[in-house]
């Protein structure tokens, strides 16, 4: 069973977008990393653990009437704080040496943490001695790494937390569906990047990084509303990528020696390129144009003419084989292709302005 933790910036940024009917919220390229953590984990883990204090959220309860999605971890069970009214707590494991270095970029996150703020206002609040910017990541890092840790959970960390790593950090592996997601959201951006680049301006003005089922759900959402029935539906409908990882290696297991476990990584390789190099797109057997020329071929050579077609027909089989094992990603992909997250419809659905751009 796949596990996610993560930070209750995350949990924060979503239900206060689910939450929103009047107010417009500033946001910056870190809130909208955290809403995409939440919406994320959410259709692509089995469990996503949370501190306790989310236990009673509606919006939570909503998204999980049968309880069997979330877990909660008490404070009582961790060393690292859960709220700062108990005081912050740093595991000294973390890069503490660089702590110099870490608070010259405060300006950066200190505006990407309160998105309506400015950097310079970070260098002001500093002089009246208040908790830095620097800490609090320290903070909630240490904090999700032991919940991970504890909970054998993979981490899911906003753009703030990705760039601090302790000296012996002990980090689960990515469960290989959510690998091969992020390797799609890769290839789908650098196709929308190719575009930008010969249109010469953001293409239908897309937000830069955004996870692939935050894009839908923003897509998809014509308002605050129906944001809780959308992320439901859209767990439900992937419910099958989520079984992709079990499914990989209960094959591996089921093979007995070295050479026959690798011979089934190497066929889900194959299947894979396959998926990526027709751009996730199903195979189809195409129709080709019968000119005069070949009709004449078939006349003389009909036994050359019929290989041919059985060649087609035999290529054709086998590249649907290939791809019918990554089929859920192509619903993905030409889902996507039609419902890029653009800033025009965070604004006018969701009330959601964006600033302070990484």
Not at 30 to 46: C, H, I, K, Q
Not at 80 to 89: A, H, L, P
Not at 189 to 197: E, F, R, W
Not at 291 to 301: E, H
């Amino acid at each position: 069973m796949n596990k996610a933790t993560i930070s209750s910036w995350a949990v924060d940024a979503f239900l206060g977008l689910a939450g929103n009917r009047s107010w417009s919220l500033t946001w910056s390229s870190e809130w909208v990393s955290r809403a995409g953590n939440f919406v994320e984990s959410f259709v692509l883990f089995d469990k996503i653990i949370l501190t306790e204090q989310y236990v009673n959220d509606p919006i939570l309860r909503a998204l999980d009437p049968n309880n069997d999605i979330f877990e909660f971890i008490h404070k009582r069970d961790l060393l690292n704080s859960t709220n700062m009214k108990d005081g912050i707590t740093i595991d000294y494991g973390l890069d503490i040496e660089n702590y110099e270095k870490l608070e010259n970029e405060g300006g950066k996150w200190f505006a990407q943490h309160d998105g309506a703020a400015h950097e310079s206002d970070y260098f002001e609040l500093m002089k009246d001695c208040g908790i830095s910017i620097t800490l609090l990541r320290l903070w909630q890092h240490s904090l999700l790494n032991e919940i991970a840790e504890k909970t054998n959970s993979t981490l899911i960390l906003p753009l703030s937390l990705q760039d601090l790593r302790a000296t012996q950090e002990k980090s689960k592996k990515i469960p290989y569906h959510v690998e091969k997601l992020e390797a799609l959201s890769k290839h789908f951006q650098g196709t929308v990047k190719s575009i930008t680049d010969v249109v010469g301006e953001p293409y239908e003005g897309t937000i830069d990084n955004v996870p692939p089922f935050f894009s839908l759900l923003v897509d998809q959402s014509l308002s605050a509303d129906m944001l809780v029935d959308t992320l439901t539906h859209l767990r439900r409908d992937y419910g099958e990528l989520r079984a992709l990882t079990g499914k990989l290696q209960h094959e591996v297991s089921a093979e007995s020696g070295v050479t026959a476990k690798g011979e089934v990584v190497t066929e889900w390789s194959k299947s894979w390129d396959a998926v990526v190099k027709n751009n996730f797109k199903k195979p189809t057997l195409l129709r080709r144009e019968i000119t005069s020329a070949d009709v004449s071929k078939a006349i003389i050579k009909p036994a050359t003419a019929i290989s041919t077609l059985i060649q087609g027909v035999m290529d054709y089989s086998n590249e649907m084989q290939l791809y019918k094992r990554f089929s859920i990603y192509g619903n993905i992909y030409a889902e996507l292709d039609s419902a890029l997250a653009t800033e025009e419809k965070l604004k006018n659905n969701l009330n959601v302005i964006i600033t302070n751009r990484l």
